[in-house]
């Protein structure tokens, strides 16, 4: 069954230090997503990309992130100068059809960042 | 403001019991549900999805009902194993259906042998 994949699986950076997280969608998926699950918390969506732009973003998503389609495969997400706060489980998802997906969401395992 | 509260937080039941986890939301206006296995520290595992014209959905020993107009939905388990034991999330798309997920903070199971 097709995955979408996130890497790293767990990464411990400085604090003011930047970090990108990065995913592979399933190839034929068109509509993409990151959320972000802090420990004992629900998980909570950031912000959904498009046709090479950003759909839709929440409040959490200021100017510290950035999202990115650098080729046809990867979809990345850049935190700039991290704070404690954004320690956390960062998943990214993908959907095949539009606004609801139809289809539902995949989900990929997460990446576990660390804001030392 | 879509708002989604799942009940219990927590259970932990003996092996072999069937047992119901309940979702509810506060606009009954979804396009569709979804519920969601979580293992510590991993990802998010699609179970089974619900349209919105569509009362249950059935995948092995998982048995997911949508009921709208109460804005509830509950996900039935059968002959549970230890296998079973993780986080259940249930997810619905925003009241503006514009692709967001709206969590519940989940139910964590634990099966006892």
């Known amino acids: 069954e097709p995955e979408v994949t996130q890497t790293p699986s767990h990464q411990v950076t400085q604090m003011g230090q930047e970090v990108i997280l990065r995913c592979v969608p399933i190839?034929?998926?068109?509509?993409f997503y990151w959320y972000r699950q802090i420990l004992g918390q629900k998980v909570e969506f950031l912000v959904s990309?498009?046709?090479?732009?950003?759909?839709?973003k929440s409040e959490i998503f200021d100017d510290q992130f950035s999202v990115e389609r650098p080729d046809g495969s990867n979809f990345t997400l850049k935190i700039r100068s991290t704070k404690l706060e954004d320690s956390a489980m960062y998943f990214c998802a993908s959907s095949e059809t539009g606004i609801p997906a139809s289809y539902g969401y995949t989900f990929g395992s997460g990446t576990r960042l660390t804001v030392v | 403001k879509q708002e989604v509260t799942q009940i219990p937080a927590a259970l932990s039941v003996p092996e072999g019991e069937n047992l119901v986890l309940n979702c509810s939301f506060t606009?009954?206006?979804?396009?569709?549900l979804q519920w969601f296995r979580q293992d510590p520290g991993k990802g998010l595992t699609s179970l089974l999805l619900i349209q919105s014209s569509q009362r249950e959905q059935t995948s092995g020993r998982l048995n997911a009902s949508l009921d709208k107009s109460s804005g509830r939905s509950t996900l039935y388990i059968a002959a549970s194993q230890p296998g079973d034991s993780a986080t259940y999330l249930c997810?619905?798309?925003?009241?503006?259906?514009?692709?967001?997920?709206?969590f519940g903070q989940g139910t964590t199971l634990q099966v006892k042998p």
């Open positions: 997810a619905v798309p925003n009241s503006s259906n514009t692709g967001k997920l709206i």
């Open positions: 190839s034929n998926h068109l509509y």
């Open positions: 606009d009954s206006a979804i396009y569709n």
């Open positions: 990309f498009y046709n090479n732009e950003i759909s839709e």
